[in-house]
């Protein structure tokens, strides 16, 4: 075998590697849900404080992803990288190790840190290894599909370790494979930075957005409990937009800015970010709303509900395969255009979720929709995001995408949850405490929720069709006929 092959081989098993870092990241986002309750009653947990074991995950995984990607651009990727791995993995040991709500809750923050480091310079590593065509698409593609199965696998295990082992091993079950991926990262990953001559991270712009972005997820992810007209919600969305403007202020200013913003005089970039935005308001939601239906309204149990979520989970990975190779043939906008559509029909056919329904009827048909849509729009975006950036840049460009895709999943949550609520609590109100009224309440919750998520999906088709540039759309497809026809 040439050194050349072997390289090529050694890209493929690297790409393996990477994938499952990116599988850690996106399961720790979800794989808690199930366990919840059982969290609760272990730690004693106050109902109110219950939520912060996700909702510090997403708070320091969203508040910290530029800052991530600036550091694997500057300091090497695959240093960064590994740093990331090994901290996620110190940060589940103390988490399962947990011995009041106090601590649990700062190591799920560490945990965020983690996966906010090691995300965008994963995502950094696959653009720099894979040439942009075919290649790039096809390693995006299962870059998609991990990440899109990621979400539907931690509620599958979830249910099955909480009622297995137990709790703690929902948070453990991160450390072995960490470990070992951080092992065989220097084997398999070559070593990458940007080679700008100006080697500044910014610190100013690093601590403003970083700080913006925080508070603005904090502001977001308590405003269900805090009230969206509150003095709180108000002052923190206001302190965010201060810090945020500040942001933009210094960099406009800055000779080594932490975001330059020439980059968003790539339209498709901008639009991919903006359509990752309402992707994730969009696809994160359902997932919440989907668990809280079959275990609140059909009464499943936690090994159940995770079960359901196995045909979803599958038809991912089978749907990013797919929208892979039909990037390479007919250009990203055309499918992720397809995609957003689907995803829209997928939770309108949701929002007919009924109180005597089942798996069968209300679940299996809309989930497989909403899969193949997901896998078209995750590796869509991404494409687009990383296409056509410079390098130097691809950190950037990874830690934007995943940052829009974040912070529109917990924005979409916390608005679909205040609509669900309301619903729900106006037909308590009308209709009594009865437990038959509580379910069908908590089910009309969720139809309005499905409806609303619906609206952002379709807003994303609009923007998909307005912001993505078919040029460059159709510039891919060429790209990629040229690439092919070189040698390796």
């Given at each position: 075998m040439t050194d050349a092959q072997e390289y090529m081989d050694r890209r493929w098993i690297a790409l393996i590697l990477l994938c499952f870092a990116q599988f850690i990241v996106v399961l720790d986002a979800s794989i808690v849900n199930v366990a919840l309750p059982s969290i609760g009653e272990a730690l004693n947990f106050s109902q109110e404080n219950l939520a912060w074991v996700v909702n510090a995950y997403v708070l320091t995984f969203g508040g910290f992803l530029l800052l991530g990607g600036r550091l694997a651009d500057l300091l090497g990727r695959r240093r960064v990288f590994i740093a990331g791995l090994l901290l996620v993995a110190i940060a589940s040991l103390a988490a399962g190790f947990a011995s009041n709500e106090g601590q649990l809750i700062a190591a799920r923050a560490a945990q965020g840190l983690g996966a906010a480091i090691i995300s965008p310079a994963a995502l950094s590593i696959v653009t720099n290894t894979f040439r942009d065509g075919a290649e790039r698409n096809k390693a995006l593609g299962a870059w998609g599909a991990v990440a899109g199965a990621g979400g539907a696998a931690g509620v599958?295990?979830?249910?099955?370790?909480?009622?297995?082992?137990?709790?703690?091993?929902?948070?453990?079950?991160?450390?072995?494979?960490?470990?070992?991926?951080?092992?065989?990262?220097?084997?398999?990953?070559?070593?990458?930075?940007?080679?700008?001559?100006?080697?500044?991270?910014?610190?100013?712009?690093?601590?403003?957005?970083?700080?913006?972005?925080?508070?603005?997820?904090?502001?977001?992810?308590?405003?269900?409990?805090?009230?969206?007209?509150?003095?709180?919600?108000?002052?923190?969305?206001?302190?965010?937009?201060?810090l945020i403007a500040a942001f933009v202020a210094i960099e406009l200013r800055s000779q080594a800015p932490l975001v330059p913003f020439r980059i968003f005089r790539l339209r498709t970039l901008t639009g991919a970010n903006a359509v990752g935005l309402l992707l994730g308001g969009s696809l994160f939601a359902m997932f919440f709303f989907i668990t809280l239906y079959m275990q609140q309204v059909l009464g499943y149990s936690p090994i159940k509900a995770g079960l359901s979520y196995l045909p979803l989970a599958v038809m991912i990975v089978v749907a990013s395969g797919v929208a892979s190779q039909l990037v390479t043939r007919v250009g990203f906008k055309p499918v992720m255009a397809s995609g957003m559509l689907m995803i829209a029909a997928a939770l309108v056919w949701f929002s007919q979720v009924s109180v005597d329904g089942g798996f069968l009827t209300d679940i299996l048909g809309p989930s497989l929709l909403a899969a193949t849509g997901l896998g078209f729009g995750f590796v869509t975006t991404t494409i687009a995001a990383v296409s056509g950036v410079r390098a130097q840049e691809s950190g950037l460009a990874s830690g934007l995408i995943n940052t829009s895709q974040q912070i529109g999943g917990a924005l979409g949550l916390a608005v679909l949850a205040t609509i669900a609520n309301s619903r729900t609590d106006d037909l308590i109100g009308s209709a009594g405490g009865s437990p038959s009224a509580m379910t069908n309440a908590l089910n009309e919750g969720f139809q309005a929720a499905f409806l609303a998520g619906a609206g952002i999906a379709l807003l994303g088709l609009v923007l998909t069709l307005v912001l993505i540039r078919g040029r460059d759309s159709r510039a891919h497809v060429e790209l990629g006929a040229q690439v092919n026809e070189q040698p390796a």
């Open positions: 599958l295990f979830g249910g099955l370790l909480t009622d297995g082992p137990g709790w703690e091993w929902v948070l453990w079950i991160n450390v072995p494979v960490a470990l070992v991926v951080a092992a065989l990262a220097p084997r398999l990953i070559l070593e990458s930075r940007s080679e700008s001559a100006t080697r500044n991270f910014d610190t100013a712009g690093a601590v403003s957005v970083t700080a913006g972005l925080s508070v603005l997820v904090y502001a977001i992810v308590d405003a269900t409990d805090a009230g969206w007209g509150s003095t709180q919600t108000l002052g923190l969305l206001g302190l965010a937009a201060a």
